[in-house]
């Protein structure tokens, strides 16, 4: 799929990949978590190799893809603090992340109600009922109105300026600031 | 551990809150056994003569309705993916949603397999073991039934073909389950017969996870 390609982030910065439709960014951002193999090449997390740990790297990062994993039969309560639960996080943090999201009137509600752009919110709610280091968002701002997409950028500036790190795939300006871009295809 | 849990609660949840699955399940075991002394006939002696083999059959097939349900909601909605990046084993995850599969469809086959067995003249004697083999059996159902599950996951309409994966594997289980009613009907021993479902249940904890979640890597590619 790709060949010739190396990236590194620091701490708080953001990494945009861009590419038409097709180019990898997807297939990129699952290498990252684990669901491809390599066929070549080494993914190092402070200085560390991944495969060495793969459990120590899978709580490092948080992977939001295209699908939003939101069951319809659960309420939006629910749905949030299983995941949180399966990152181990605990429910500590998850009407923190209702709120955060503008969810927290639908938090009783089975998903299956839900608009698109709701059930993309309570999909990435996760980012913050889990906290985790370097964030993997494949086209988060899918199905997100406005207001959203806005509290959104303002969210990733917050967790860059707590030292986090975001690898977003995207065809729309995300208010990422001051990322590097890394054109595939 | 608690994150296995939180899996298997909301497995148990999902499926509580569709119980229209798991009463498929039960109507399907329940209607092919009570159609069998239609079929062939009110002889009581035959009835409890075929009553172990076809409690068995139906408990088998009822099994294999619903395994195709087992990884392909999560696969379809990207919980897999998530499930599969999180800090869990991919193992003990096949290895909670097999325990809540057992729990919404193997228990309730061996709660309503002594009803049934009444309904087939199944001679007393039988009773306590029919009960104890399925509790045996029915784990090693949802087990290697995971393999197939997880075998197919992203094929389309892979469904139809887990029966035909898994069935073969999980004959044994058929011939020392009905072996061991039989015997039991017959006044002789059956213990064999119970240690081989538990030898049998026991080789399936350990590798079946193994298999599947093999499986489901494939599948994630």
């Known amino acids: 799929m790709f060949a010739g390609l190396g990236f590194s982030l620091g701490s708080g910065e953001a990494l945009v990949l861009r590419g038409p439709n097709g180019s990898g960014k997807s297939s990129l951002l699952r290498l990252l978590a684990g669901l491809l193999r390599r066929e070549a090449g080494t993914l190092t997390w402070n200085g560390e190799d991944v495969d060495d740990d793969r459990e120590a790297w899978r709580v490092v990062f948080a992977f939001a893809g295209h699908a939003d994993a939101v069951k319809p039969l659960l309420t939006v309560r629910e749905n949030i603090s299983f995941w949180a639960e399966i990152a181990g996080a605990g429910t500590a943090r998850v009407s923190d992340a209702l709120a955060r999201f503008a969810i927290a009137p639908l938090a009783e509600v089975p998903a299956r109600f839900l608009s698109a752009g709701q059930r993309r919110r309570t999909g990435l709610a996760r980012l913050v009922a889990a906290p985790r280091t370097l964030w993997l968002l494949d086209e988060p701002s899918v199905g997100l109105d406005a207001d959203a997409t806005e509290s959104f950028a303002a969210l990733m500036a917050e967790h860059r300026a707590g030292g986090g790190m975001i690898i977003a795939a995207t065809h729309i300006e995300l208010g990422l600031d001051d990322a590097t871009n890394l054109v595939l295809g | 551990m608690s994150a296995i849990f939180s899996l298997i609660r909301r497995d148990l949840a999902l499926a509580w809150r569709r119980a229209s699955e798991i009463v498929a399940v039960l109507i399907f075991f329940v209607?092919?056994?009570?159609?069998?002394?239609?079929?062939?006939?009110?002889?009581?002696?035959?009835?409890?003569?075929?009553?172990?083999?076809?409690?068995?059959?139906?408990?088998?097939?009822?099994?294999?309705?619903?395994?195709?349900?087992?990884?392909?909601?999560?696969?379809?909605?990207?919980?897999?993916?998530?499930?599969?990046?999180?800090?869990?084993?991919?193992?003990?995850?096949?290895?909670a949603k097999c325990c809540a599969h057992w729990l919404v469809t193997g228990l309730p086959l061996i709660v309503c397999a002594p009803v049934l067995a009444i309904l087939m003249n199944l001679p007393w004697e039988g009773f306590a073991t029919l009960v104890l083999a399925m509790a045996l059996g029915t784990p090693t159902l949802s087990l290697v039934g995971a393999i197939g599950a997880a075998l197919t996951v992203g094929v389309r309409r892979g469904g139809t073909l887990v029966p035909l994966l898994v069935l073969p594997l999980v004959i044994p289980v058929l011939i020392f389950g009905v072996g061991a009613v039989d015997g039991a009907v017959a006044g002789a021993s059956v213990s064999g017969q119970l240690m081989i479902l538990a030898a049998a249940l026991l080789v399936a904890l350990v590798l079946a996870p193994f298999a599947a979640a093999a499986g489901l890597r494939l599948a994630a590619e």
């Open chain 2, 31 to 95: 209607l092919a056994i009570v159609l069998f002394p239609l079929g062939v006939g009110p002889d009581l002696a035959v009835l409890s003569r075929i009553a172990a083999g076809t409690i068995w059959v139906a408990a088998l097939l009822a099994a294999m309705l619903s395994l195709d349900r087992l990884f392909l909601p999560d696969h379809d909605d990207g919980s897999l993916d998530l499930l599969m990046a999180s800090p869990l084993s991919l193992e003990a995850i096949v290895l």
